[in-house]
Structure formats: structure tokens, C-alpha cells
């Protein structure tokens, strides 16, 4: 009589055995074809309206093109030391957004660098309607609305969208500007003043 004959649970041991070898390649397997899923996952979106930041300009221009850049725009008129504004060619310029007339469309240069566009818009609260409709088709939901009076704002890294009635106006108006240059316009202002002040205090 051999020694399996005799102990019969030596059977069953190698059996145990070999089912959990059998195991472990399984379950190295799954881990092994998990793992390259895993790497390719994209991270979700940091920013609400990257739509916005994509555009970073209107129209054919973008923020930070240089004046020289622009041969359609011809100059209007100075804003303080630094900041020039200009207008389209009259025959160049599309003056509607979405189904909304456009009254004027200025744009604006901080030392030669195209910072900022404003628009006035026809038609009041109607037109401000039809041009936050449109907006919404471009960069999707607003960042922030009004919750007494009728505005909408667009707000990423690189650039920011104002939707609102403007002032003493029944016109509506848009306002899309680079946030880096307002920064640094707002920077410098507050440099100049700082040096502005210790200076007059030096002489009094």
C-alpha cells in the first residue's frame, strides 16, 4: 500500500493547493488590465467656462495682439495716459451678436496690447435676452447672474464676459476683457499712485 493510499487527506491537500496557485495568476491578471484604464482617465474640467479662456479675444482678434496687428481698426480716442480706444471700418464690422443689432463696438489697447472690447447693444432688456442667448451658445451657462437686476457674467482664467444694462442707457451692453492685462493695468495704477503719494508727502 503506497503512503496516498494510506493518508488519503495528502490527496486532498494537493488539490487545495493546486486550486489556489491557480488563483493568484487570476487575480494578477485583473490587476494587470485594471491598471492601464486607470492612467488613461481624463481629470474633470477646473474651469467652468474654459470655453471663454479657448476664445480669449472677439471675434478675429485676441487679447494681447498688438495694435500693429489690426489694420482694420482705426483710432477714436485716448482713455488716460496708457490706454487708446479704436473702432472697426465701418464696411468690416458685423454689427450684430446672434439676433441682437449692436449700436457701437470699441476696442480697447493698455500700451499698444488689445485688453478689452465693449459693445452696446440695441433694443434694451430684449437685446440683452438675445445676447446672453447667445453667449450661452459659445460658452455655456453663465458663471454668475443677477439676482435683482438683469446681467450675466462669463468667467475663466484668461477672460472674462459682462452681459448688463449699462449705465444712464436703455441700451444693453457686453463687455469681454483679458484678466491678466486688467491686472497688471490695475497693478501699475496702484504702483504709480503709491509713488504719487510718497512723493507729495515729501513735500509738505
Sequence with gaps: MNTLTRYPFLLLLGFCAACSSNDKPEANASTATSAPTAAVEKAPPTNANAAIDEKNGFRTYHFGDDISMCPDLEYFMNLG???RIYHMKKSKENMKIGDAPLESISYSFYKGKFYETQLD???GYTGLDKVIAAL????????EVGKISKWASWTGQKAKAVATMANSSRDARLTITSLPISKQIEEEEKAASQEGGSKAKADL
Design 81 to 83: 495716459k496708457d490706454v
Design 121 to 123: 447693444i440695441v433694443g
Design 136 to 143: 450661452e451658445s459659445l460658452y455655456g451657462k453663465p458663471t
